[in-house]
């Protein structure tokens, strides 16, 4: 039940890729085995005839990337009939990167803000949520061409998420004590906006930035276009599930996968 990470990664025969997925790192965080949501899935979730995966993109990908930069060609080759025709479902998973490049829409000064609604840029804000919008739709408008173009191909069913309320405490990546040259992410924001300086404030912040993702991808889970929101949303124990300031923790890996996104996958015949 092998995870392909990258398109040119030699297929084990019999074991050709079911699901097509592309995404972040919360599908590629990196070793040891169970360190990312679709091994998890692969391995203790998925039935057996669809547990084989083939993920695109990479540690620090955007929606963006996937659609106009530079995932988007190795999407739509998988897209093309002669690969389409092996996928059951495609798995996406994005967002997070595009909020942190755009400093996750906050004020540049917060200094005095008492309440952490207001310190976000609402102009900013609405045009960060509008664009996630345009890349989601059109991956689900490309992937529902993609098919229809083939009459013989029978649509895949999409899952998306909206990750979970992360501890923004400054963590960065690393593995066994080993620092990774990745984050922090959302401290750092923090810290240059001057919001306060307060955990529980500063949870609020992003506990509001991700209901607004959920918000932005809600309008495309729709059961007759095959579409499906995973609400992941509340899932994991901040102090505990999380690796770091992005990517939980094997632990809360395996919360999510055994969890909100089996929940979903079962509903469809997946697991």
């Not at 990664?9 to 997925?21: D, E, K, N, R, Y």
């Not at 998925?46 to 106009?68: F, H, M, R, W």
Request: charged share 25%.
């Amino acid at each position: 039940m092998p995870v392909y990470y990258g398109s040119g990664t030699p297929i084990v025969p019999g074991a050709f890729p079911a699901m097509l997925a592309i995404g972040d790192s919360w599908f590629w965080y990196p070793l040891p085995t169970g360190y990312n949501l679709l091994q998890q899935l692969s391995e203790h979730v998925l039935k057996p005839d669809y547990a084989n995966i083939l993920s695109l993109g990479y540690v620090g990908a955007t929606l963006q990337d996937y659609v106009e930069g530079r995932y988007a060609d190795g999407f739509q080759e998988e897209l093309k009939p002669l690969n389409a025709q092996y996928y059951s479902a495609v798995l996406i998973s994005g967002a997070g990167n595009d909020a942190v490049d755009y400093s996750l829409a906050l004020k540049t000064r917060c200094t005095g803000i008492g309440s952490p609604r207001k310190c976000f840029d609402e102009a900013s804000f609405d045009g960060l949520m509008r664009k996630l919008s345009g890349w989601m739709g059109r991956m689900i408008h490309d992937i529902r061409w993609a098919w229809s173009a083939a009459a013989a191909l029978r649509q895949p069913h999409v899952f998306l998420h909206c990750y979970d309320y992360a501890p923004p405490d400054g963590r960065a990546a690393q593995i066994a004590g080993i620092p990774l040259p990745f984050g922090p992410w959302l401290k750092p924001a923090m810290d240059r906006a001057q919001v306060r300086d307060d955990p529980e404030f500063r949870r609020d912040l992003v506990k509001l930035l991700i209901d607004r993702i959920h918000d932005t991808f809600a309008p495309y889970d729709d059961d007759a276009r095959l579409v499906h929101l995973v609400d992941s949303r509340g899932c994991l124990d901040i102090d505990n599930d999380w690796d770091n300031e992005l990517h939980p923790n094997s632990r809360g890996f395996e919360k999510l996968a055994k969890g909100p996104w089996r929940e979903s996958l079962e509903k469809y015949g997946f697991a």
